[in-house]
């Protein structure tokens, strides 16, 4: 057998290897730089900020609002909130399934993290309350103004990093990760990356659904090689939608405008109406009507797809026809243009009705993924020398996270994985890589190239989110998901690896790398649909048609997902309890949400 | 599920200027599309991908003007294409200011050296 350095174009020894460059990948690099090892990063992406969720957040960073008053004198935040009433904010806003020991450190560790950001230049444009929140947390930061502070930061860091390449699969020595493969875009050639220790900052994998928010590389790459390489996933049935993107027109597809002014924050004007006219969240919540949690709004708005009461395109409407018109025109005047009319630089008002007497269709998208690579405190999995932060992980947020979290989790958990990564790298070796596996995984990249016959990587792709949507989406049932574990498992068994790119060059191949995600993808919604056909009651972004009721009796506990011989095992686990041992009983979905004053 | 909504389709020309760095070549391609009210150019560019040219390099990412990472010249305007409706005939090229690695993919990291035409550079 060959040296396993002869298999690659390219070698590239680090302490470290960060895969995934953005908010958690780039905080990572920044604390691990501060120990002197070498830190990589390797990403998708053209470049840090030009892909990835970060930079696409409307967005906020939770922060208690005690803190925001004091330490950063945020104004239209308020005093009387600490850690403590966050923490249990999170954890009834999870529906109980966080791990509280991590819940306690997001809150605890989130202000430091916040003035981090502050000292890198990053603007705080304004504080807000976002339901299921108790206090004003979110401060404002539009992803665009976000993620040029952190590239700042990682590049003074001295962090390298190698853009345009993707990374396939982590390289095991028994339980150990020891390094990495994946493939230069620009090349097609094969990188081999030998590392004492390894980030998983990879983000989710929201694309599995036609409707999303996320862009178009998460492809739930992060979380398929790590379970391929023998990590532990958690919380797999929980991805979370946003109710109210566009479904059409094409251009604004995915674009969550319908989101912000009707459900998004507390007080919206919007309303949410069916085709016949009912604004039907009053079935589901008369005190709040949309502005209850995203996950029951999604929920609510699907029922009318499915029972025939939706829109054109398969949605719902949300319209501003039933007030006065004086009171629309202030709305324009005083919101903030890019956050609504102007959002995104899109030519809104050319392309939508008059929203005071017409309505815009609205479909709840994929806008995060709650579940993914089971860690500890220290952002440690079950193999050594792996560590992973950021979306990629499960367990921070429980079945469902709450508005401005997503940026929490980002800085609060890429530092620390970043501190702790380090710090096993400073009494590690590099391991042992072994060539016959490498000669397997490199196998694995090129084989699409020479498949001849088999279906196009658009075409495989389509027909997945068609499947997802429909069968593993937001109202879910147990005989559809039998269903669609079929189609899911006879594709692994004869399509899986079949995939036939169009073009076989290796330099810039679309096609072959849809056809290496659409492999990510198929691996990642057979753990949502196995994961939410296992879990026999309605949670959260799990609700079932045959198991309607929140079961606390039976389920206060944790899915967790592992390889094992090849296949997929799922076993469950008590919540990780600290502080507050949820009530016994079972309850309509729904009626476990947050009592806020 | 719901039934498939009736679409208005307009045929327009779209003319690329395409580069492959293996060969060193440039060309302008024009591509038939049939237009639907309510698509981007980068509507239009996914559809030629997917159904004309595999081929075609182009880059996006967020597809809602956040990410900036597919700017191109767009009827010799710099434009995001996520954003940009599509209205008829369109020429598009790569950004002036970037050496190009494929068709419409820049290299971000590298400029542009000479303030000359981009296709006499290449030949």
Not at chain 1, 99 to 105: A, D, G, M, R, T
Not at chain 1, 379 to 386: A, H, V
Not at chain 1, 576 to 593: D, I, M, N, R, S
Request: charged share 25%; glycine share 10%.
């Amino acid at each position: 057998m060959a040296n396993w350095e002869d298999l690659a174009d390219r070698v590239i020894t680090t302490d470290l290897l960060i895969i995934g460059s953005e908010g958690a990948g780039g905080t990572a690099a920044v604390s691990a730089r501060k120990r002197n090892i070498r830190v990589t990063i390797a990403t998708k992406g053209s470049d840090i900020r030009r892909s990835g969720a970060s930079v696409t957040g409307d967005g906020d960073l939770s922060v208690d609002s005690t803190s925001l008053v004091r330490r950063f004198g945020l104004t239209m935040a308020r005093e009387g909130d600490s850690p403590e009433v966050f923490f249990m904010d999170m954890v009834r806003g999870g529906k109980y399934l966080n791990n509280q020991k991590l819940v306690e450190i997001h809150v605890q560790e989130a202000p430091d993290r916040l003035q981090e950001l502050k000292d890198w230049g990053v603007p705080f444009v304004r504080v807000g309350q976002a339901s299921g929140h108790s206090f004003p947390r979110g401060v404002f930061i539009p992803g665009p103004k976000l993620m040029p502070p952190i590239r700042n930061a990682v590049l003074q860091s001295g962090a390298e990093v190698i853009t345009n390449v993707m990374i396939t699969d982590l390289l095991t020595d028994r339980n150990r990760v020891v390094g990495a493969v994946g493939i230069d875009l620009e090349t097609g050639g094969f990188i081999v990356f030998q590392a004492k220790a390894v980030i998983n900052a990879a983000g989710g994998c929201m694309r599995i659904y036609p409707y999303t928010t996320a862009p178009e590389e998460l492809t739930g790459d992060g979380m398929s090689m790590a379970y391929r390489a023998g990590a532990e996933l958690v919380n797999m049935e929980f991805p979370m939608f946003l109710p109210g993107a566009f479904p059409h027109p094409e251009i604004v597809k995915g674009v969550d405008f319908p989101f912000l002014i009707s459900t998004a924050g507390t007080r919206m004007w919007g309303a949410m109406l069916n085709c016949w006219g009912d604004r039907f969240m009053r079935h589901w919540d008369p005190d709040k009507l949309e502005h209850t949690t995203r996950d029951i709004c999604s929920v609510a708005m699907m029922m009318e797809v499915r029972q025939g009461r939706g829109s054109e395109h398969g949605g719902v409407y949300v319209t501003f026809s039933h007030l006065p018109k004086t009171i629309v025109d202030r709305f324009e005047k005083i919101s903030p243009p890019e956050a609504y009319f102007e959002y995104g630089g899109f030519p809104l008002k050319k392309i939508l009705p008059d929203l005071k007497e017409d309505a815009i269709e609205a479909v709840p998208a994929c806008h995060f993924w709650n579940g993914g690579i089971r860690i500890n405190e220290r952002c440690e999995t079950n193999l050594m020398g792996l560590f992973a932060a950021g979306e990629v992980t499960g367990g921070v947020h429980g079945a469902n996270r709450l508005s401005g979290n997503a940026y929490t989790e980002m800085v609060v958990w890429g530092t620390r994985s970043g501190i702790f990564a380090s710090e096993f790298v400073l009494g590690a070796d590099y391991g042992t890589i072994d060539a016959d596996q490498v000669a397997a995984l490199k196998q694995r990249v090129y084989r699409p190239l020479e498949n001849e016959g088999g279906i196009g990587p658009v075409e495989a792709r389509k027909e997945l989110m068609t499947l997802a949507w429909e069968k593993v989406g937001i109202i879910r049932n147990g005989p559809e998901l039998e269903e669609a574990l079929r189609s899911v498992r006879e594709w692994k068994e004869n399509r899986v690896g079949r995939v036939t790119p169009r073009d076989k060059r290796r330099s810039w191949n679309r096609d072959w790398i849809f056809a290496l995600e659409y492999e990510n993808m198929v691996q990642i919604l057979e753990m949502v649909a196995t994961a939410a056909l296992y879990r026999t009651e309605s949670r959260g972004a799990n609700y079932r048609l045959d198991y309607p009721m929140t079961d606390n009796d039976n389920w206060l506990k944790n899915i967790v997902a592992k390889q094992e011989d090849g296949q997929l095992k799922l076993w469950t686990e008590p919540i990780v309890v600290t502080k507050y041992q949820p009530p016994a009983g079972v309850f309509p979905y729904g009626k476990l949400e947050p009592i806020t004053k | 599920m719901h039934a498939e909504p009736s679409k208005t389709v307009k045929p327009i020309n779209v003319e690329i200027e395409r580069y492959d760095p293996d060969t060193g070549e440039s060309w302008r391609q024009k591509y038939q599309v049939p237009l639907e009210a309510g698509w981007s150019v980068l509507n239009v560019l996914n559809w030629i991908y997917e159904n004309l040219d595999p081929t075609l390099a182009y880059y996006y990412s967020c597809r809602i003007g956040k990410c900036e990472g597919c700017d191109c010249v767009v009827n010799g305007e710099k434009k995001l294409v996520c954003n940009t409706l599509a209205e008829g005939d369109m020429v598009l090229e790569p950004l002036s200011e970037f050496q190009v690695h494929k068709d419409l993919l820049p290299n971000r990291f590298k400029a542009r050296v000479s303030v000359g035409g981009r296709r006499k550079l290449r030949i």
